[in-house]
């Protein structure tokens, strides 16, 4: 595990690759100045940094070995009074309980700072729902507890759609790449993710599982999220849905149990109904349970053993394949008509 | 849940705010929590002290500001308060509620030295 910020470097793996990991890295100076950047583990690297807004006097460069090996060099200055000029008005002076900034005292200040806990993963799966809307891919993502029967309806749903549209895969499971070999025996392109110790995927590891995968324009592509009904609710990947599973071999109560999942699902598939008659499990109650959490919800009963259901699941991914293509259809109209106006504008000056 | 993410996302925001605005103690964090999010105030706090360790935060007070829950009865067609995603209107008793507010998990200021 990674010392400094305890991200589990090198335990979330792509295929059994380690994850290039950007890592944030500090070191505070003998005058008190601290330094923060970024860098590889794994990379060599130099750089300087001034501190801020200063021109230092005296300055000088150095390098040091860390402990995995890395150098750094950089050119920094051992005495010095900081002084801050700030390029925005977030800091006030003035605001402490004296109500005014003496030169040299210490006093406290409130900074405004707004920002949502989750904007770098919401930013990555920004990055990622453009990407897919460029080339009109369809990603639906995938959640349920363990067990809940995903890998298999997985297979099945495949089956049924390679015929029609190009399908693929991303997995995410804590260890092993036994459901992407599943899924890979259909004869669709399957990438593992392994989150090490992660409970969920976030969006930067599927993007670089699209950089890896690169699937075909106008395809789908499904994720199926570590075996979780809790954390992965939080974590937008990009996709245009979330599909939550939830199998009759569990309790009627689990929207009311998990309900930040079915909150954030669009479908709730109903899995496992061909064993209906040999348990206790009230499907409408469990239906009534999920809908008081997401009055929206939508719901199809399934077997992925016997395909039932699969007609109505199949229908609902391909009106989801037609909105991402009409999406893809307007974009595209938008840009010829820019084209065209520019154009027009270049032949008038021409 | 995820907490420990949550946290460290919280660094990184104070962190990033630390070098863009030049300041590199803080004694407070500032966060708003929705009461219906999904985030255990309990478990972030603990996770919190851990993740903030060596940072310009480390030994930071974290205090939570909660914000109600609210939500869209599709009945009543109006906004009411409902402490939890499950619960039905509190005037009707419908449970034909979509969460509309206190889903926010936001660091909101930072008190610096």
Redesign the interface.
């Given at each position: 595990m990674c010392n400094?910020?305890?991200?589990g470097t090198g335990e979330t793996r792509l295929e059994g690759e380690a994850l290039d990991h950007e890592h944030?890295h500090?070191h505070v100076h003998a005058d008190?100045?601290?330094h923060?950047h970024t860098h590889h583990h794994t990379d060599e690297h130099a750089h300087s940094h001034a501190p801020?807004?200063w021109v230092p006097a005296g300055a000088h460069g150095h390098t040091h070995r860390h402990a995995d090996g890395s150098v750094h060099a950089h050119d920094h200055v051992h005495e010095g009074e900081?002084i801050?000029e700030?390029?925005?008005d977030?800091?006030h002076y003035g605001q402490g309980p004296a109500g005014a900034h003496a030169p040299g005292m210490?006093?406290?200040?409130?900074?405004?700072?707004?920002?949502?806990?989750?904007?770098?993963?919401d930013g990555y799966a920004e990055r990622n729902r453009g990407w897919l809307a460029d080339r009109g891919i369809l990603a639906l993502n995938l959640v349920s507890s363990p067990g809940s029967g995903k890998t298999t309806l997985l297979v099945r749903t495949i089956e049924e759609l390679k015929n029609q549209v190009p399908v693929a895969v991303v997995e995410g499971d804590q260890q092993t790449s036994f459901d992407a070999e599943r899924i890979r025996a259909t004869g669709a392109p399957a990438l593992q993710i392994n989150t090490g110790k992660?409970?969920?995927l976030?969006a930067h590891m599927v993007g670089r599982a699209l950089e890896k995968l690169s699937p075909p324009e106008d395809s789908v592509l499904l994720v199926e999220n570590v075996g979780n009904l809790?954390?992965p609710?939080?974590?937008d990947l990009g996709e245009a849905a979330k599909v939550v599973v939830l199998s009759v071999t569990e309790g009627e109560d689990k929207?009311?149990k998990y309900?930040?999942m079915?909150?954030a699902a669009r479908l709730m598939l109903v899995n496992k109904i061909d064993l209906l008659p040999y348990l206790s499990f009230d499907v409408q109650k469990a239906i009534?349970?999920a809908?008081?959490?997401?009055?929206?919800l939508e719901v199809i009963q399934v077997s992925a053993t016997t395909g039932a259901g699969f007609a109505d699941w199949l229908g609902w991914i391909d009106a989801r394949l037609d909105e991402a293509r009409a999406g893809r259809q307007r974009t595209v109209d938008q840009l010829r008509a820019r084209i065209a106006e520019l154009e027009a504008q270049l032949a008038a000056k021409g | 849940m995820h907490e420990m993410s949550l946290a460290e996302g919280i660094r990184q925001i104070v962190e990033d705010a630390g070098r863009s605005q030049g300041f590199n103690k803080v004694k407070t964090v500032v966060l708003e929590i929705g009461q219906l999010s999904s985030v255990e105030p309990d478990s972030l706090r603990f996770c919190f002290d851990v993740v903030m360790q060596d940072s310009i935060a480390a030994g930071a007070v974290l205090q939570i500001d909660s914000v109600p829950g609210s939500g869209w009865c599709m009945q009543c067609a109006e906004t009411v308060p409902v402490a939890a995603l499950y619960d039905p209107c509190p005037k009707c008793g419908s449970y034909q509620v979509q969460a509309t507010g206190g889903t926010e998990m936001r660091v909101k200021e930072l008190e610096i030295e």
């Open positions: 400094v910020c305890g991200c944030e500090e008190g100045t601290v923060r801020y807004q900081h801050h700030h390029g925005d977030s800091v210490s006093q406290a200040q409130m900074v405004r700072i707004e920002q949502n806990i989750l904007a770098k993963n992660g409970c969920h976030d809790v954390c609710a939080a974590f929207p009311l309900p930040d079915f909150a009534d349970f809908r008081r959490v997401n009055p929206r | -």
